[in-house]
């Protein structure tokens, strides 16, 4: 269970008021927080909870279906526990920034480029935030929902009306 | 050859532009170069059981000793400069095969980032279609552009700097 959780238990613990909801579906742990903590409880668990390596960090867009548009997703895992954990943030479009995590794993500068590119987000304080696989003149983002699929630049494909 | 043969066996009559034609048709040296899953069917055509060698076509690790360049692959916006660069850096003449359904029309990838067809920017001579083609069409398809540079027109003229290169067609 979730609540018996180890990681979880300590976050409760140190950041109640900081954690929105903890999930477990099918034996994942998730724990949703506050983005002002975010830095202090990966901090925390890297360097407390020994979650030493930061499998991958991702973004979603909820255009749409939450009030607040993206979320950002950090995939966690303990070598030494063998334990995974995903933390996750609400980011909301109109202040689209997150602090940077890579003082606590040197791995999220290129994983947040990638975010940065393809979200639009903002990650304050980051060292090289530039575009990582489009273009360095491309503009827009286009992993957002409202970018079209086909580029701005043409007719959308509307099936065999097309 | 000719249906009197006044030198003899062994010497052959016949015009010089088709004496060009037999030397380019039979030394296209394509430059290795390889963008997607199309180009493992491409190295697998090059290796020993379909064996690209024995129609005299050699891989090139440079443009400059390239004739030909087969776009083997999906080519996306980002990697389009480079395709220029590398097909400008190639000497006259030259000859472009679009392989598979990526290089002919941009394939299943309808999307923002993928050029829709590698004709947007060079002029293709032979398309071949497929997903990926197999070794078979591959061939076929070089064996297309090898009818083409048969059929061209002034290639000697043009070499030695008489007028231009006309074209050829084939059936
Ligand atoms: S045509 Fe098919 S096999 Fe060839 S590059 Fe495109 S997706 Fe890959």
């Given at each position: 269970?979730?609540?018996?959780?180890?990681?979880?238990?300590?976050?409760?613990?140190?950041?109640?008021?900081?954690?929105?909801?903890?999930?477990?579906?099918?034996?994942?742990?998730?724990?949703?927080?506050?983005?002002?903590?975010?830095?202090?409880?990966?901090?925390?668990?890297?360097?407390?909870?020994?979650?030493?390596?930061?499998?991958?960090?991702?973004?979603?867009?909820?255009?749409?279906?939450?009030?607040?548009?993206?979320?950002?997703?950090?995939?966690?895992?303990?070598?030494?526990?063998?334990?995974?954990?995903?933390?996750?943030?609400?980011?909301?479009?109109?202040?689209?920034?997150?602090?940077?995590?890579?003082?606590?794993?040197?791995?999220?500068?290129?994983?947040?480029?990638?975010?940065?590119?393809?979200?639009?987000?903002?990650?304050?304080?980051?060292?090289?935030?530039?575009?990582?696989?489009?273009?360095?003149?491309?503009?827009?983002?286009?992993?957002?929902?409202?970018?079209?699929?086909?580029?701005?630049?043409?007719?959308?494909?509307?099936?065999?009306?097309? | 050859?000719?249906?009197?043969?006044?030198?003899?066996?062994?010497?052959?009559?016949?015009?010089?532009?088709?004496?060009?034609?037999?030397?380019?048709?039979?030394?296209?040296?394509?430059?290795?170069?390889?963008?997607?899953?199309c180009?493992?069917?491409?190295?697998?055509?090059?290796?020993?059981?379909?064996?690209?060698?024995?129609?005299?076509?050699?891989?090139?690790?440079?443009?400059?000793?390239?004739?030909?360049?087969?776009?083997a692959g999906?080519?996306?916006?980002?990697?389009?400069?480079?395709?220029?660069?590398?097909?400008?850096?190639?000497?006259?003449?030259?000859?472009?095969?679009?392989m598979g359904a990526c290089a002919c029309?941009?394939g299943?990838?309808?999307?923002?980032?993928?050029?829709?067809?590698?004709?947007?920017?060079?002029?293709?001579?032979?398309?071949i279609?497929g997903c990926p083609p197999?070794?078979?069409?591959?061939?076929?398809?070089?064996?297309?552009?090898?009818?083409?540079?048969?059929?061209?027109?002034?290639?000697?003229?043009?070499?030695?700097?008489?007028?231009?290169?006309?074209?050829?067609?084939?059936?």
């Open positions: 269970m979730a609540e018996n959780n180890r990681a979880v238990l300590k976050l409760k613990e140190k950041f109640a008021a900081s954690i929105i909801d903890v999930v477990e579906f099918r034996g994942e742990v998730t724990v949703t927080v506050k983005k002002d903590s975010i830095i202090d409880i990966l901090t925390f668990l890297k360097q407390s909870l020994q979650y030493n390596l930061l499998t991958d960090l991702t973004a979603v867009d909820y255009l749409g279906k939450k009030e607040e548009r993206f979320m950002m997703v950090y995939q966690l895992y303990s070598i030494p526990n063998k334990d995974r954990l995903r933390i996750k943030s609400p980011v909301a479009e109109a202040d689209c920034s997150i602090p940077t995590a890579t003082k606590v794993w040197a791995t999220a500068n290129w994983l947040e480029r990638e975010v940065y590119d393809l979200f639009g987000i903002i990650f304050d304080k980051h060292p090289d935030l530039r575009r990582i696989l489009m273009t360095d003149d491309w503009v827009g983002h286009p992993l957002r929902k409202d970018y079209p699929l086909q580029g701005p630049d043409r007719e959308p494909y509307k099936g065999r009306l097309s | 050859m000719g249906v009197e043969n006044p030198l003899g066996e062994n010497i052959i009559t016949t015009s010089l532009d088709k004496l060009v034609n037999w030397s380019r048709k039979s030394s296209i040296w394509p430059m290795t170069f390889g963008l997607a899953c180009a493992i069917e491409m190295m697998a055509t090059g290796a020993s059981h379909n064996d690209l060698d024995r129609f005299g076509i050699i891989f090139r690790a440079s443009p400059r000793q390239s004739d030909c360049i087969i776009i999906t080519v996306t916006k980002k990697m389009l400069p480079v395709i220029k660069t590398v097909y400008e850096q190639m000497p006259e003449p030259k000859w472009v095969i679009a029309s941009g299943v990838f309808d999307t923002y980032s993928v050029v829709q067809g590698i004709d947007e920017a060079l002029p293709v001579d032979v398309y279609p197999r070794p078979e069409a591959l061939l076929f398809g070089l064996m297309k552009l090898q009818d083409k540079i048969w059929n061209d027109k002034n290639s000697f003229g043009s070499a030695v700097g008489l007028g231009t290169r006309i074209d050829g067609f084939t059936a």
